[in-house]
């Protein structure tokens, strides 16, 4: 069975600066996809990123990239420059066959 | 134009009671889900439907029953309503396939926060 595993329940950055959110799963499978989503307090899901197995190149949105290490099945979130509306939950995910398989989920604070 | 909608967004209900919640997409989406987040936040899938037809069906009790009149709407119902039933429930769609080699999102609702009294 396909599992995730968000290590960090909560991490805290200074505004203007870098935070690294962890994440790693665990599959047979050779292809498939990672995700990560924000969850505001509003509780709306909202895609951050998204990268498919089979590219090693990292996705990269704005200010947020990921580091995709596919033999370690390691898949983070690096947010640069943080803001204020970046604090949220942040659940990464896989997905095989349709179906969204979510880590715990970490609590991201921005202090101003 | 919201892209996908619940109702409600909030349910406080008695033991014992059945209940529904409607979800419908605008996006023209073949793939509807239902997932459940519990109070931990922990998010876990329940149901899959694939132009109106089951695809996924997870370990859920056999007192929750997805009905989807149309590839646009995936209601659930739940019979014999519990404590351990409260939750956040959210509905999500994504078109089946690939764009540009990047598996679809998956798109949620609101979310409908279900408490059993």
């Known amino acids: 069975a396909q599992t995730v595993t968000q290590s960090q329940p909560e991490m805290s950055v200074q505004e203007a600066e870098t935070v690294t959110l962890s994440c790693t799963y665990d599959t047979s499978e050779s292809d498939y996809y990672l995700f990560w989503y924000k969850q505001p307090p509003s509780r709306q899901m909202i895609l951050v990123i998204r990268q498919e197995a089979y590219k090693q190149q990292n996705a990269t949105e704005n200010r947020f990239s990921v580091n995709f290490q596919k033999a370690a099945k390691s898949f983070s979130l690096k947010i640069s420059d943080s803001q204020l509306g970046d604090a949220a939950m942040y659940f990464c995910a896989y997905e095989y066959g349709n179906k969204l398989v979510f880590g715990a989920g970490t609590i991201l604070r921005v202090k101003s | 134009d919201t892209a996908v909608s619940q109702t409600p967004k909030y349910l406080v209900t008695q033991m014992g009671n059945d209940k529904s919640i409607k979800c419908e997409q605008n996006l023209g989406h073949d793939t509807m889900y239902w997932y459940k987040q519990d109070s931990k936040k922990f998010l876990k899938i329940m149901f899959s439907y694939n132009n109106k037809e089951l695809i996924i069906n997870e370990t859920v009790p056999n007192r929750f029953s997805p009905k989807s009149p149309d590839k646009a709407h995936l209601n659930l119902h739940i019979n014999s309503l519990e404590l351990g039933d409260s939750a956040v429930y959210f509905c999500?769609?994504?078109?089946?396939?690939?764009?540009?080699?990047?598996?679809?999102?998956?798109?949620f609702g609101p979310g409908t926060r279900l408490t059993v009294l």
């Open positions: 999500a769609s994504s078109p089946t396939g690939l764009a540009g080699g990047l598996r679809y999102e998956q798109f």
